[in-house]
T-cell receptor
């Protein structure tokens, strides 16, 4: 069965500092991995995805994520956080066996302090 | 339209009543998903439709929940005999098949359901 774990309910970081939001997964077969962001009073937006190829994936707003197969992780990172990055971040996974059922993590709330 | 639309945006109902939620996916998107997001929690998968294939209903929490989709167009999620624990935001998403956008889900604004 597919599963996603976001071990931190909340991450606090000072503006200008690097940020990491953690995600680990479990799937049968090769994973397709995603990050989505939910800003206050706005809908969920796609941020980036890993399907195949380079383990380092670059996405919107300066975010990137690294796929680590041995650690079954897909942590979201940004070199320099902005106050405007404060939002709820969701990691998601599905396997590549043909279906499109996607499992989302519980979400991590990121607070960036000025 | 340019994006996924959902209606109504807000629905307040009394316990025991039936409700119907509507989702209009992006034109041409063959995959459509329904999720439930309770206050302060993550997304809970409910159901997805993929073209003319049988839908994956494995996430529906009880037989009070059902969903339909006609072809690759509108979908409706119906909750019968609503309970207070059904109160949540119901999100719909659609996804294209093929091309660089494959697998990316485009979310609607959601319907906030409150069961009194």
């Amino acid at each position: 069965a597919q599963s996603v774990a976001q071990p931190e309910d909340q991450v606090n970081v000072a503006e200008g500092n690097p940020l990491t939001v953690k995600c680990t997964y479990s799937v049968s077969g090769n994973p397709y991995l995603f990050w989505y962001v939910q800003y206050p009073n706005r809908g969920l937006q796609f941020l980036l995805k890993y399907i195949t190829g380079d383990n380092l994936v670059k996405g919107s707003y300066g975010f990137e994520a690294e796929f680590n197969k041995s650690q079954t992780s897909f942590h979201l990172k940004k070199p320099s956080a902005l106050v405007s990055d404060s939002a709820l971040y969701f990691c998601a996974v599905r396997d590549n066996t043909g279906g499109f059922k996607t499992i989302f993590g519980a979400g991590t709330r990121l607070f960036v302090k000025a | 339209g340019a994006g996924v639309s959902q209606s109504p945006s807000n629905k307040v109902t009394e316990k025991g009543k039936d409700v119907e939620l509507r989702c209009d996916p992006i034109s041409g998107h063959t995959a459509l998903y329904w999720y439930r997001q309770r206050l302060g929690q993550g997304l809970e998968f409910l159901i997805y439709f993929q073209g003319n294939s049988a839908p994956d209903k494995s996430g529906l929490p009880s037989d009070r929940f059902s969903a339909e989709r006609t072809g690759e167009s509108v979908s409706t999620l119906t909750i019968q005999r609503t309970q207070q624990e059904d109160s949540a935001v119901y999100l719909c998403a659609s996804s294209p098949i093929g091309g660089s956008s494959t697998d990316t889900q485009y979310f609607g604004p959601g319907t906030r359901l409150t069961v009194l």
